[in-house]
């Protein structure tokens, strides 16, 4: 599995932007995923997670509300649009794929097998 994260930039605060992950697998719809990021100097952080089918989600509090994860299997692409966006958003953000355990979605970046090369986010306030 091949994942290519695209759609981060610069951007005020309070400001949107829209992430994209573009998979390369056939078994797409099969595969549960997920949004992480990581700040400079920080520990890689879960954002979203969202089911193979897309009917189950699970936010992070620091974002729930504000961020919304999506995808769309015959695009193969997975999707979150930022709003309100925060300094404290700032960060790189990486598509993750789980591939073993299709019947849950994890917050643990442990259970996730596949990453993307990551996509920078920075937020001016």
């Known amino acids: 599995v091949q994942l290519q994260a695209s759609g981060g930039g610069l951007v005020q605060a309070g400001g949107s932007l829209r992430l994209s992950c573009a998979a390369s697998?056939?078994?797409?719809?099969?595969?549960?995923m997920a949004w992480f990021r990581q700040a400079q100097g920080r520990e890689r952080e879960f954002v979203p997670a969202?089911?193979?089918?897309?009917?189950?989600?699970f936010y992070a509090d620091s974002v729930r509300g504000r961020f919304t994860i999506s995808r769309d299997n015959a695009k193969k692409t997975m999707y979150l649009q930022m709003n309100s966006l925060k300094s404290e958003d700032t960060a790189v953000y990486y598509c993750?794929?789980?591939?073993?355990?299709?019947?849950?979605?994890?917050?643990?970046?442990?259970?996730?097998?596949?990453w993307g090369q990551g996509t920078q986010v920075t937020v001016s306030s």
């Open positions: 993750a794929a789980d591939i073993l355990r299709p019947l849950t979605i994890s917050s643990s970046p442990r259970e996730y097998d596949y």
């Open positions: 969202i089911s193979r089918y897309g009917s189950s989600t």
């Open positions: 697998t056939r078994t797409f719809s099969s595969v549960n």
